[in-house]
C-alpha cells in the first residue's frame, strides 16, 4: 500500500522542498523526541503560545501585529461553500483564495481517499496550516513551492481556480477588465488575464484590510487549533455544514468516477455489494468531531468561531450574510447585497442568475436531494450519520412520503449564536 513508511519518506524528500515543520513531524514521529524543545513546547498538538520563533525561521513572516480580521471558511465538498464563498469575494476590502490548499493536496497526498495514514495526513495538516499562515500574511512565494511546475520569474499559470478570486482578475494583477465590466467570470478571467504575476497578487493582498480562505481540505475545527490562537492571525473562522444526504446527492452529481456505485445505487435502488461506503463514514465522522468541538465551546474558540447550516443560507441569504458579517465585524457592502439579490431565488431574471455556477446547488435546492436519492439510500445515510443530524438539527424522514413531501422541511429551527 502507498501509505507505507518507505513511500512517506520518499514522498516527502522527494516532492518538495522541505520545510522546518514538516521536518520536525518525521523527527517527532520516528524519534520520538522533541530536539527543538526552543522553538516549541514539544508536540505539535500542544499549545503554541508564542510564534515569535517562526519570524526568525521564516523572514518573509510578517511579524508586525495588525488589526486585521482574517477569515476562514471551513467546509466539506459540495455543502454550498462556493456559493458561500461568494459572499467575501465580492467585498471590495477582501482578498478572497478559493482552496489553496489544493496544491497541498495534490503534491502531498495525490491519492486521496477516504481512508487516511496517520502520518500522511499529518505532513498534510502541517503543510497546509504553514500554508494558511503564510498567505494569511498574504505571501505568495511561499506558494510557490507547492505549484507544479515550479513559477518562474514569480509566474505561474497553475494556480488552482485562480479565476474565482476577484482580486487575482482585476487591478492591479490584471488589466484586462475594468471596474465598470461588473462581475467577471471565472473563465474570462482565465482567458484574458496574463500568467498571474505573483509578486502582484501579493501587492494586492496587501491593499486588502481581509483575507478570506475557503477550504475543504481540513478535516476538523481542532487541525485549526494552533492557527486559531495565534493572536498575530486574528483568524475567525466560519464553518458551513449541510444535511449529509445534501452532500452526497451532490457529490454522486459532480463526482462521477468516485461516486459511480454510489450513482448506481441512486438509480437502480439496490446497493452494490461492493460499495465502499467510508466515503460516507469518514464524512459523517470527521463532520461530527468537528461540529462536537465548535458546540462544545471550548475556551480557545471564543470569539472565533460561528457555525452556519447552508441551508439557512439558502432560505434566508440576506438575513443569514448580515449574521455572518456582523460577527467578523466587517460592514456588508452595497456590493455583497447586489451579489446575493441577482443569485438567488428572489431574482427570476435567468439569465443573471444562471452566469454563476455556484447556483447550480444554490438557493432554490438545498434540499432538492430529496427528489433525487432512493428511499433506502436517504435511510442508510440518515442511520450512518444520525448523531450529527441529531446535532446539526436536521431531522430524518420516518416514510418515503415525507421524504418527498416538499412541504416538510427538514430542516428544524435552530438558533446557532456566533460563539462570542
Ligand atoms: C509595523 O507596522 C507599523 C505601523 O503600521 C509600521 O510603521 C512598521 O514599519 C511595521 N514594521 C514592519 C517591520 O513591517
Ligand atoms: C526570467 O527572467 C529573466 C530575466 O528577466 C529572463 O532572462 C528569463 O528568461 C525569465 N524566465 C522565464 C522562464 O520566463
Ligand atoms: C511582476 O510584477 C512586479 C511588480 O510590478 C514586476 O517588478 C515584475 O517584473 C513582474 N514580473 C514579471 C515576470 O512580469
Ligand atoms: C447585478 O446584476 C446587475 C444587472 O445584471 C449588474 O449590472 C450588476 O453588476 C450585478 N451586481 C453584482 C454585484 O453582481
Ligand atoms: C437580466 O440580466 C441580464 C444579464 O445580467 C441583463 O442584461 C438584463 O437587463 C436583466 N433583465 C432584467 C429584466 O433585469
Ligand atoms: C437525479 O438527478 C439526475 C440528474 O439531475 C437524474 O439523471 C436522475 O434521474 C435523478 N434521479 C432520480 C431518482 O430522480
Ligand atoms: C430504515 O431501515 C431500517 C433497517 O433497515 C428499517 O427498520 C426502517 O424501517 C427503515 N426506515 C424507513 C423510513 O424506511
Ligand atoms: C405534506 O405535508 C403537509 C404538512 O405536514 C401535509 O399537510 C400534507 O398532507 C402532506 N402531503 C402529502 C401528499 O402527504
Not at 126 to 143: G, K, P, T, V
Not at 300 to 319: F, I, K, S
Request: aromatic residues 10%.
Amino acid at each position: 500500500m502507498w501509505c507505507s513508511r518507505k513511500t512517506v519518506i520518499l514522498l516527502a524528500l522527494v516532492s518538495i522542498p522541505i520545510q522546518y515543520t514538516v521536518m520536525k513531524i518525521f523527527i517527532d514521529f520516528y524519534v520520538h523526541k522533541c530536539l527543538f524543545p526552543n522553538f516549541l513546547n514539544c508536540g505539535l498538538g500542544q499549545d503554541v503560545k508564542s510564534f515569535d520563533w517562526m519570524c526568525d525561521e521564516y523572514p518573509y513572516f510578517s511579524c508586525n501585529s495588525s488589526r486585521k480580521t482574517n477569515i476562514l471558511i471551513l467546509a466539506t465538498p459540495r455543502s454550498g461553500s462556493s456559493f458561500f464563498g461568494q459572499l467575501f469575494n465580492q467585498h471590495s476590502d477582501v482578498f478572497y483564495l478559493f482552496e489553496p490548499l489544493y496544491h497541498v493536496q495534490i503534491i502531498l497526498m495525490p491519492h486521496a481517499t477516504p481512508r487516511r495514514c496517520a502520518v500522511e495526513h499529518r505532513l498534510m495538516l502541517e503543510a497546509s496550516r504553514d500554508l494558511l499562515r503564510s498567505l494569511y500574511n498574504c505571501d505568495f512565494y511561499f506558494l510557490e513551492s507547492y505549484i507544479m511546475p515550479r513559477p518562474a520569474n514569480h509566474t505561474t499559470d497553475k494556480l488552482f481556480r485562480r479565476g474565482a478570486s476577484k482580486a487575482l482578475c482585476s487591478m492591479p494583477v490584471c488589466d484586462a477588465f475594468s471596474p465598470s465590466d461588473g462581475n467577471i467570470e471565472e473563465g474570462d478571467c482565465v482567458r484574458k488575464c496574463a500568467s498571474l504575476n505573483l509578486t502582484l497578487a501579493t501587492e494586492s493582498c496587501r491593499e486588502k484590510q481581509h483575507v478570506a480562505i475557503k477550504t475543504v481540505r481540513i478535516p476538523e475545527l481542532s487541525d485549526l487549533k494552533a492557527l486559531i490562537k495565534d493572536p498575530r492571525l486574528n483568524l475567525k473562522v466560519i464553518q458551513l455544514v449541510r444535511d449529509p444526504c445534501g452532500i452526497l446527492s451532490s457529490r454522486i452529481e459532480t463526482f462521477h468516477d468516485t461516486y459511480c456505485l454510489w450513482q448506481i445505487w441512486r438509480d437502480t435502488g439496490r446497493k452494490p455489494y461492493n460499495l465502499d461506503v467510508t466515503y460516507l463514514t469518514t464524512m459523517c465522522t470527521d463532520f461530527l468531531n468537528s461540529v462536537s468541538t465548535g458546540l462544545s465551546r471550548p475556551p480557545w474558540l471564543h470569539g472565533w468561531y460561528m457555525l452556519v447550516r447552508y441551508e439557512d443560507l439558502a432560505r434566508n441569504p440576506l438575513q443569514k450574510s448580515k449574521e455572518v458579517y456582523k460577527f467578523l465585524g466587517l460592514s456588508m457592502e452595497r456590493n455583497v447585497v447586489d451579489w446575493i439579490h441577482n443569485n438567488t431565488e428572489g431574482n427570476n431574471n435567468e439569465s443573471a442568475v444562471h452566469k454563476y455556477g455556484t447556483l447550480r446547488d444554490s438557493a432554490a435546492n438545498a434540499e432538492s436531494w430529496r427528489l433525487n436519492l432512493s428511499n433506502d439510500m436517504v435511510n442508510y445515510t440518515q442511520t450512518v450519520c444520525k448523531h450529527i443530524l441529531d446535532e446539526l438539527g436536521y431531522k430524518a424522514v420516518n416514510s418515503p412520503e415525507d421524504l418527498k413531501n416538499m412541504s416538510l422541511s427538514l430542516t428544524e429551527d435552530k438558533t446557532l449564536i456566533p460563539f462570542l
